[in-house]
């Protein structure tokens, strides 16, 4: 039996070349015609006059808790909240309980998203200080994440000679939390008993950020060995990674462009964060290199917990905060607001994580390609709320902001996921693979 054939008519789609008002035509799910003939036969027409078709955003950095902490997220809630902000491909970070540390944990961690993902997912291996063999035989991963700071037990790597081991003696690309422990742990001893949470941001400093950047780039450096900084914080690290080598790459997170230290006084905990958010030149700072190319991706690091755990005093208070559902809106929003145009969106969100992770097929609106699709409204208003995040947590630091822009309809794989407002729960997303 054949497969449907779905036209989607009448957008302005945001190809390679530039935005063309074309329609495009998807079979299955796959993308088989762009600008097709009138007289390709077609099963169903998607009317989407006066939006824009977008490829299907791939988060890189994101931790669904899953498993170990569901009670914050799983992977069936937070690849739900994927669909509906447009995310039909994440990456997801190492550190759960267990931790995927081990081969067997990767391939747990796989089986149970086939089960569970409404999108397509992705597992990163963790490094520990004495794993380098399972770095080096892992293959079904889009890279290696390593914690220089910020992480507890044995995924804590900052040992110089382990660091030199793992970049010089493994293939997989490498990405990092750039956080120096000295440094932090020099802060938190100077600032101890401090229940401030603007203190967050003293602590955990610039020196913290640019020194363990700077480390990681020099590693790289040397070994020639891909690697990818994390959410960058500060202007000290886009002013050092102007001058890297073509093989780093970096990225930046909405909180870290959009928020400050100044939105501690009204969000307090909610905004706590690691690396933690800097001052308002900061933000410029990001914004400028995300512009200049110095910055290509924009990722969320979706890391959620309850509103309770967030409302303890600080410091029992822990780091992170939901955002997949919201990240895209957030960016067609900064579009509006003329800080961006829609292909520099597409850019940092679509294709150049595709490129940097090697990820087959995705990122693009090209025949061939994955039918991983978004359609946008440019110009509807909504306001974030609370009740109507799908996140596990159901809470949003944006609760209660007006956004202009927003995803109307997200396929994954050729399959409507969201639309106007409703998930198929039936979707089913596939594991990603890696061109290498």
Same mark, same amino acid.
């Given at each position: 039996?054949?497969?449907?054939?779905?036209?989607?008519?009448?957008?302005?789609?945001?190809?390679?070349?530039?935005?063309?008002?074309?329609?495009?035509?998807?079979?299955?799910?796959?993308?088989?015609?762009?600008?097709?003939?009138?007289?390709?036969?077609?099963?169903?027409?998607?009317?989407?006059?006066?939006?824009?078709?977008?490829?299907?955003?791939?988060?890189?950095?994101?931790?669904?808790?899953?498993?170990?902490?569901?009670?914050?997220?799983?992977?069936?809630?937070?690849?739900?909240?994927?669909?509906?902000?447009?995310?039909?491909?994440?990456?997801?970070?190492?550190?759960?309980?267990?931790?995927?540390?081990?081969?067997?944990?990767?391939?747990?961690?796989?089986?149970?998203?086939?089960?569970?993902?409404?999108?397509?997912?992705?597992?990163?291996?963790?490094?520990?200080?004495?794993?380098?063999?399972?770095?080096?035989?892992?293959?079904?991963?889009?890279?290696?994440?390593?914690?220089?700071?910020?992480?507890?037990?044995?995924?804590?790597?900052? &040992?110089? *000679?382990? !660091?030199? +081991?793992?970049? %010089?003696?493994? @293939?997989?690309?490498? #990405?990092? $939390?750039?956080?120096?422990?000295?440094?932090?742990?020099?802060?938190?001893?100077?600032?101890?008993?401090?229940?401030?949470?603007?203190?967050?941001?003293?602590?955990?400093?610039?020196?913290?950020?640019?020194?363990?950047?700077?480390?990681?780039?020099?590693?790289?450096?040397?070994?020639?060995?891909?690697?990818?900084?994390?959410?960058?914080?500060?202007?000290? &690290?886009? *002013?050092? !990674?102007? +001058?890297?080598? %073509?093989?780093? @790459?970096?990225?930046? #997170?909405? $909180?870290?462009?959009?928020?400050?230290?100044?939105?501690?006084?009204?969000?307090?905990?909610?905004?706590?964060?690691?690396?933690?958010?800097?001052?308002?030149?900061?933000?410029?700072?990001?914004?400028?290199?995300?512009?200049?190319?110095?910055?290509?991706?924009?990722?969320?690091?979706?890391?959620?917990?309850?509103?309770?755990?967030?409302?303890?005093?600080?410091?029992?208070?822990?780091?992170?905060?939901?955002?997949?559902?919201?990240?895209?809106?957030?960016?067609?929003?900064?579009?509006?607001?003329?800080?961006?145009?829609?292909?520099?969106?597409?850019?940092?969100?679509?294709?150049?994580?595709?490129?940097?992770?090697?990820?087959?097929?995705?990122?693009?609106?090209?025949?061939?390609?994955?039918?991983?699709?978004?359609?946008?409204?440019?110009?509807?208003?909504?306001?974030?709320?609370?009740?109507?995040?799908?996140?596990?947590?159901?809470?949003?630091?944006?609760?209660?902001?007006?956004?202009?822009?927003?995803?109307?309809?997200?396929?994954?794989?050729?399959?409507?996921?969201?639309?106007?407002?409703?998930?198929?729960?039936?979707?089913?997303?596939?594991?990603?693979?890696?061109?290498?």
């Amino acid at each position: 039996m054949a497969a449907k054939r779905t036209l989607i008519a009448g957008a302005h789609c945001v190809l390679p070349s530039g935005i063309q008002a074309v329609n495009v035509l998807i079979e299955g799910d796959r993308i088989v015609g762009i600008d097709p003939p009138s007289t390709a036969r077609v099963d169903e027409q998607v009317d989407a006059s006066g939006l824009h078709l977008l490829p299907g955003c791939i988060d890189d950095q994101v931790h669904f808790r899953d498993p170990g902490l569901e009670h914050k997220e799983d992977l069936r809630t937070g690849s739900m909240a994927c669909a509906k902000g447009g995310i039909t491909t994440f990456l997801e970070m190492p550190n759960t309980k267990p931790t995927t540390t081990t081969l067997e944990a990767l391939d747990n961690k796989l089986q149970s998203a086939s089960e569970k993902c409404v999108v397509n997912y992705g597992f990163y291996i963790g490094a520990t200080v004495d794993n380098l063999n399972v770095l080096k035989a892992a293959t079904r991963t889009p890279g290696i994440k390593i914690f220089i700071g910020s992480s507890t037990g044995n995924m804590l790597v900052d &040992e110089q *000679e382990v !660091l030199e +081991q793992i970049f %010089a003696e493994t @293939t997989l690309p490498i #990405c990092a $939390h750039c956080e120096d422990e000295t440094t932090v742990r020099a802060n938190q001893q100077r600032l101890a008993g401090t229940t401030d949470i603007t203190d967050h941001s003293r602590i955990r400093d610039h020196a913290a950020a640019i020194i363990a950047t700077k480390r990681s780039v020099d590693l790289a450096t040397r070994t020639k060995h891909p690697f990818h900084v994390l959410h960058v914080s500060t202007a000290e &690290e886009v *002013e050092f !990674l102007r +001058q890297r080598p %073509a093989w780093v @790459t970096a990225e930046a #997170c909405p $909180h870290h462009l959009l928020f400050n230290v100044e939105d501690y006084a009204r969000l307090g905990s909610q905004v706590q964060m690691n690396p933690s958010i800097k001052t308002a030149a900061d933000n410029e700072a990001l914004w400028q290199g995300l512009r200049d190319g110095v910055i290509e991706v924009i990722a969320t690091d979706h890391a959620p917990h309850t509103l309770e755990e967030k409302s303890q005093p600080y410091p029992k208070s822990p780091s992170g905060l939901p955002a997949v559902e919201n990240s895209l809106a957030l960016m067609l929003d900064a579009v509006n607001a003329g800080r961006c145009t829609l292909e520099q969106v597409v850019q940092w969100m679509c294709a150049a994580p595709a490129r940097i992770w090697h990820i087959e097929r995705k990122g693009q609106l090209v025949e061939g390609y994955d039918a991983d699709l978004v359609l946008v409204d440019l110009k509807r208003q909504h306001t974030v709320r609370n009740e109507d995040q799908l996140t596990k947590s159901r809470w949003s630091p944006w609760h209660g902001c007006t956004l202009t822009g927003l995803p109307v309809t997200t396929w994954v794989l050729g399959q409507i996921a969201w639309k106007d407002g409703q998930l198929n729960a039936d979707v089913r997303g596939r594991e990603a693979t890696y061109a290498r």
